[in-house]
């Protein structure tokens, strides 16, 4: 069991980096945008990006929809084998992601002084405003591309990519937010105009990808599935509430600051936002992660395999959060001041308490979004509804309405942190109402079907650790058929096609001097047995080799000849750095 929960840890935690810098993304810009605003064009520039915040939130919510209904339905996809129809959702998602990413982009270029009006700007910040939404309006596309690509990329192994791309936009960002804003005076317009820039450098080095054969997921749009679209949306929306309720959110909690504290505590929240992107980002990449890899687990239902990552997600990812937290608290006064220099300033005050009291709500904060990821990923919509609009709206306005008239600016501080409490609340109130009983244990805890995947007594699941385990593990399958009642014959090819396929693995994927994993699963189906071995080693395609050899030469490749004998069907896929090979007895 030690080997099985090394490939999901290990997995994990390769996937992570990508998913907090997918989320990431925007918010590296707003740090460097938020510092040259505050530093070269004033302090009032904060609150002009801070008035801007629920705007971008609107596109932001369409983007979650079709990022989250897309990566769920590919991912349960792959973990069937059903390639073609991954390739068709990912290229529904594109046309979406474009149709919409231009319809945003008109909006702000013919309207832009109507939209600054209308998320409540007043005199002194509305034609700012109006400069920043037409800025930022050409980098829409870019940006909504971007994000969508980085998902997919992490399905082709291609990290790397991705950071050079992260990379480029930081440099060019930078570089253009001194040109624009201090050497040619540009003021709010060259601001949102270089991270539009910017955006387009990312996309251009995610999206050249598919320009190239080997991509795995390609822009396929002929014989799309209309049922497809509805899927999207239907799994996407739960997710995406959170996002439309933080933009509604953002409305009430600016009124109710404005009123409070006038335009510093407005100017506070939006230097927590600029870099709270970043906080949560961490949060966020545990949840995206959890929902990756819960939605492929799902789709082979391997229910050890979901509660695993579960435990690794809230056992070994939340004090990573914790550390992000404590760091973030100590870092206040510094943090502070990089957008406000006059230490005895309401708004320096202001900004410091929050960056104090916000970090406490941040471990409660990862709780939840992982559970609604993961409960999204295995369809339980209705408590995905109500962690969303709890963690998201209703649970920092209300007590934010009864905080603020007491305590001001740092009553809807301290609402934060109560919103925490209350959906981590929430989540075990959920598992007692599922279980009869308080959670004794994860799998209490997240609740997971009692009727989900196959029953203990009809799979097996045997760690690969070296060639001597290839042996034991054929032994292992043989008598687990037989014990199922399988016959002989069926129950020893079984065996034999494993063995030969793990002894491949062994010899000539374990070899390269890297630490590796193997893992077979036997499932019995009412229509025969299903096999799957999954290996984190380098890419192999045994149906690739299987065309490839001479039918005269008998001797060689004998370990794919048998397979290829025996099995009714195999099927092979290579997604998020695993192969998978799956055969049908």
């Known amino acids: 069991m030690k080997k099985r929960s090394d490939m999901i840890t290990n997995l994990f935690f390769r996937l992570l980096p990508v998913q907090i810098l997918l989320l990431a993304i925007g918010s590296i810009n707003s740090v460097i945008d938020g510092v040259m605003a505050s530093n070269f064009i004033g302090a009032d520039a904060m609150t002009v990006t801070g008035l801007y915040m629920p705007l971008i939130k609107v596109a932001e919510t369409i983007n979650v929809v079709l990022l989250g209904g897309s990566q769920i339905l590919c991912g349960q996809f792959l973990g069937k084998n059903q390639v073609d129809r991954t390739r068709k959702v990912f290229s529904l998602d594109m046309i979406l992601i474009v149709s919409v990413s231009v319809l945003f982009t008109l909006i702000s270029l013919l309207f832009p002084m109507r939209l600054a009006r209308a998320v409540g700007a007043d005199a002194q910040s509305a034609q700012g405003l109006r400069d920043y939404i037409l800025g930022m309006a050409i980098g829409v596309l870019p940006q909504?591309?971007?994000?969508?690509?980085?998902?997919?990329?992490?399905?082709?192994?291609?990290?790397?990519?991705?950071?050079?791309?992260?990379?480029?936009?930081?440099?060019?960002?930078?570089?253009?937010?001194?040109?624009?804003?201090?050497?040619?005076?540009?003021?709010?317009?060259?601001?949102g105009l270089s991270t539009s820039i910017s955006y387009w450098a990312f996309f251009l080095v995610l999206g050249s990808y598919y320009f190239k054969k080997k991509a795995v997921i390609r822009f396929s749009p002929r014989g799309l599935n209309r049922s497809d679209l509805w899927s999207i949306i239907r799994i996407g929306i739960p997710g995406a509430i959170t996002t439309l309720c933080l933009s509604i959110r953002g409305f009430v909690l600016n009124a109710l600051l404005l009123n409070a504290s006038g335009g510093e505590g407005v100017a506070a929240l939006a230097a927590l936002n600029t870099f709270g992107g970043l906080l949560y980002a961490v949060s966020g990449g545990l949840a995206a992660t959890t929902r990756l890899l819960v939605s492929v687990y799902a789709g082979e239902e391997d229910r050890d395999g979901i509660v695993r990552i579960m435990k690794t997600a809230l056992y070994k990812g939340v004090p990573i959060v914790c550390g992000v937290a404590l760091l973030t608290a100590c870092l206040a006064v510094p943090l502070t001041r990089a957008f406000f220099q006059d230490p005895g300033s309401s708004v320096f005050f202001l900004t410091k308490w929050l960056f104090r009291i916000y970090p406490l709500c941040m471990p409660l904060s990862a709780i939840c979004v992982i559970f609604t990821n993961y409960n999204q990923s295995m369809a339980r919509m209705k408590i995905v509804h109500v962690l969303s609009v709890m963690d998201g709206l209703l649970g920092t306005c209300l007590a934010s309405l009864a905080l603020a008239p007491l305590c001001g600016a740092i009553g809807v501080w301290i609402a934060h942190v109560l919103n925490g409490v209350f959906t981590t609340i929430a989540v075990v109130v959920y598992a007692i109402l599922v279980r009869k009983r308080f959670p004794r244990s994860t799998e209490d805890l997240i609740a997971i079907p009692d009727g989900f995947g196959v029953p203990d007594e009809r799979r097996l699941s045997i760690p690969i650790r070296d060639a001597q385990a290839v042996t034991n593990a054929s032994e292992r399958i043989m008598a687990f058929c037989s014990a199922r009642g399988i016959d002989r014959k069926h129950a020893y090819y079984a065996g034999l096609c494993m063995e030969e396929l793990a002894a491949n693995i062994t010899e000539h994927g374990f070899n390269d001097g890297k630490p590796h994993t193997a893992e077979i699963r036997?499932?019995?189906?009412?229509?025969?047995?299903?096999?799957?071995?999954?290996?984190?080693?380098?890419?192999?395609?045994?149906?690739?080799?299987?065309?490839?050899?001479?039918?005269?030469?008998?001797?060689?490749?004998?370990?794919l000849r048998i397979v290829q004998r025996y099995a009714k069907k195999m099927y092979y896929n290579s997604a998020l750095g695993l192969n998978v090979i799956t055969i049908e007895l």
Do not use: S, W
């Open 144 to 191: 909504m591309l971007g994000t969508q690509l980085t998902a997919f990329l992490q399905l082709e192994q291609q990290q790397k990519r991705t950071y050079v791309g992260i990379g480029l936009m930081m440099l060019v960002n930078a570089a253009l937010d001194y040109l624009f804003i201090v050497v040619l005076h540009m003021g709010m317009f060259g601001l």
């Open 522 to 559: 036997v499932v019995q189906k009412d229509d025969g047995l299903l096999l799957r071995i999954k290996d984190d080693c380098r890419a192999f395609n045994p149906q690739e080799a299987m065309e490839l050899m001479d039918p005269k030469d008998l001797t060689h490749n004998i370990g």
